[in-house]
């Protein structure tokens, strides 16, 4: 099983900062890397799919990037909407063992 | 709206079984896999079972094998989960999600709300 592993915990930022969150997998997944966001009392919304391209209606400030076992989330410009978990998933082991990191909390500062 | 809406969740004994539904509309169901994935605070998000868009193909973690049963009605656009032999670690808020495109590994693009499976004596 690929374990993912993101970094870090918790983070507190201010709104309107930059914040870069971060996605390790123990092994190689290509690029076949997702991320979600998950606000209090919702379910998770796919922001990225494909290491790197946006969802249906994602704002441009989220961006992803990486392959193999390094992955990135950047947002740029925080909007007090983006305080939520952050999950990285990896869907490139066969046969499926799809696998989800611990996630990110982004927080106010 | 493109939405994916459960049902079936309750508290049951250890043993116990269960069918959670998936109920879909206003997306082609029939061309899309689908998942179950449940949540909880201590082990979050896992993935437990796909379908192939046909129902030919399916895949489970290996901690519900031979436990859980997963299916779909294209006909109806419902995707089910039929849980026997229930743990109290199968405790868990369990979402529907379909695939974004037609393989089965793939993103998760649409979510449902979820539905609280409590096992407990």
């Known amino acids: 099983e690929v374990v993912m592993t993101q970094s870090p915990d918790t983070l507190s930022v201010s709104p309107g900062e930059r914040v870069t969150l971060s996605c390790r997998a123990s092994h190689s997944v290509s690029r076949n890397l997702a991320w979600y966001q998950q606000r209090p009392g919702q379910t998770p919304r796919l922001l990225i799919y494909?290491?790197?391209t946006r969802a249906t209606n994602i704002p441009g400030r989220f961006s992803g990037s990486g392959s193999g076992t390094e992955f990135t989330l950047t947002i740029t410009s925080l909007q007090s909407e983006d305080f939520a978990v952050y999950f990285c998933?990896?869907?490139?082991?066969?046969?499926?063992?799809?696998?989800f990191g611990q996630g990110t909390r982004l927080e106010m500062k | 709206q493109l939405q994916l809406v459960e049902s079936g969740g309750g508290v049951v004994h250890p043993g116990g079984s269960l069918r959670l539904s998936c109920a879909a509309s206003h997306f082609a169901f029939s061309e899309h896999p689908m998942h179950w994935v449940r949540q909880t605070p201590d082990r979050g998000l896992e993935w437990v079972a796909v379908t192939s868009f046909d129902g030919v193909n399916k895949y489970y973690r290996d901690s519900v094998k031979g436990r859980f049963t997963i299916s779909r009605d294209n006909s109806n656009n419902i995707l089910y989960l039929q849980m026997s032999n229930l743990r109290p670690e199968d405790t868990a808020i369990y979402y529907c999600?379909?695939?974004?495109?037609?393989?089965?590994?793939?993103?998760?693009?649409?979510w449902g709300q979820g539905t609280v499976v409590t096992v407990s004596s």
């Open positions: 494909g290491a790197s």
């Open positions: 998933q990896q869907y490139d082991d066969w046969p499926p063992r799809f696998t």
């Open positions: 999600a379909s695939a974004l495109w037609k393989q089965v590994l793939d993103a998760f693009e649409i």
